[in-house]
């Protein structure tokens, strides 16, 4: 009995200072709205010029060409201040839908991972932003990290995890949130919301599947190559076929069939003894060659 009451003891101890040394680490806004912001919805117009002045057609950014470029800089924190001040929970009148709402959740966790390299650059990957102490990859950035949305702090993780996949239920997503990473989804240049969203997530979808380095097949050895993505959010995807009435019999592959183009999907027909395959995730930043 004794022993239990010490075990549990010292690993209430080691929680404790767990939580101690990786405390929230808060990045602050110190910038006006952009100039002219609308009224009575949310602009991404600020965050989208700049995205097509630094990202290029292969959706990596030139980092270091906008590090140094304060004017361009400080647009960004001004769309970030907008950020913070407004957002669907916040302010809900200035997001008429549901498409509206998604939009800003993924545009501003974008910028809020492009901002937290550039405060950092030269950086290497995402992943090299630790925490005290380090249990799992990537904790520093993705989890300790603190950013303030329409007024209330959220970690990445939560605003992806606790929002955007809790309230939006559309895998999809996956192929739009882009944490800074070689592997992750490209940045598109382009940022709609309304009814001109769902359009752009199908063609992200198909973006997606349809690069070698995410979706391919090896019909010498019988595999089928995906990314990490799949695996790690598998559940989104089998979800999201039988919502939409589909058939999930072969996992995976029947989503990847479902949004490819008709070339990969006539290649995936005849491989249902092939096994499936997840690469490795780079987590090099994302930057321009």
Same mark, same amino acid.
Request: glycine share 2%.
């Given at each position: 009995m004794r022993i239990g009451i010490i075990v549990a003891l010292v690993a209430g101890i080691l929680v404790a200072a767990v939580l101690l040394l990786n405390r929230p680490r808060l990045v602050t806004i110190d910038a006006a709205i952009p100039e002219n912001f609308?009224?009575?919805?949310?602009?991404?117009?600020?965050?989208?010029?700049?995205?097509?002045?630094?990202?290029?057609g292969a959706g990596n950014v030139d980092y270091e060409r906008w590090q140094q470029n304060t004017p361009d800089l400080q647009?960004?924190?001004?769309?970030? #201040?907008?950020?913070?001040?407004?957002?669907?929970?916040?302010?809900?009148?200035?997001?008429?839908t549901k498409q509206d709402?998604?939009?800003?959740?993924?545009?501003?966790?974008?910028?809020?991972?492009?901002k937290s390299i550039l405060d950092r650059w030269?950086?290497?990957?995402?992943?090299?932003?630790?925490?005290?102490?380090?249990?799992?990859?990537?904790?520093?950035?993705?989890y300790q990290l603190r950013f303030v949305f329409g007024g209330k702090e959220?970690?990445?993780?939560?605003?992806?995890?606790?929002?955007?996949? #809790?309230?939006?239920?559309?895998?999809?997503?996956?192929?739009?949130?882009?944490c800074g990473s070689e592997s992750c989804p490209i940045l598109r240049p382009e940022l709609p919301s309304g009814t001109e969203l769902e359009a752009y997530l199908q063609q992200a979808a198909v973006d997606f599947?349809?690069?070698?380095?995410?979706?391919?097949?090896?019909?010498?050895?019988?595999?089928?190559?995906l990314s990490a993505i799949f695996k790690w959010f598998r559940k989104d995807f089998i979800n999201d076929l039988r919502r939409r009435g589909l058939s999930s019999d072969r996992g995976?592959?029947?989503y990847v069939a479902s949004v490819a183009p008709a070339s990969l999907r006539d290649e995936l027909i005849?491989?249902?003894d092939y096994e499936i395959v997840f690469t490795d995730y780079d987590w090099a930043v994302n930057k321009t060659k």
């Open positions: 609308p009224a009575d919805r949310f602009s991404h117009d600020t965050l989208e010029q700049l995205l097509q002045t630094y990202v290029d647009r960004l924190e001004s769309y970030l #201040a907008a950020v913070s001040r407004y957002s669907p929970e916040a302010t809900p009148e200035r997001f008429k709402e998604l939009a800003y959740w993924l545009y501003a966790y974008n910028a809020y991972v492009i030269p950086l290497a990957s995402v992943t090299n932003v630790k925490a005290p102490l380090e249990i799992v990859k990537g904790l520093g950035f993705f959220y970690s990445l993780y939560a605003v992806e995890n606790d929002i955007i996949r #809790a309230s939006y239920r559309d895998a999809r997503i996956h192929f739009v949130l882009n599947v349809s690069d070698r380095r995410n979706v391919s097949i090896d019909h010498d050895k019988k595999e089928i190559v995976l592959i029947d005849n491989t249902n």
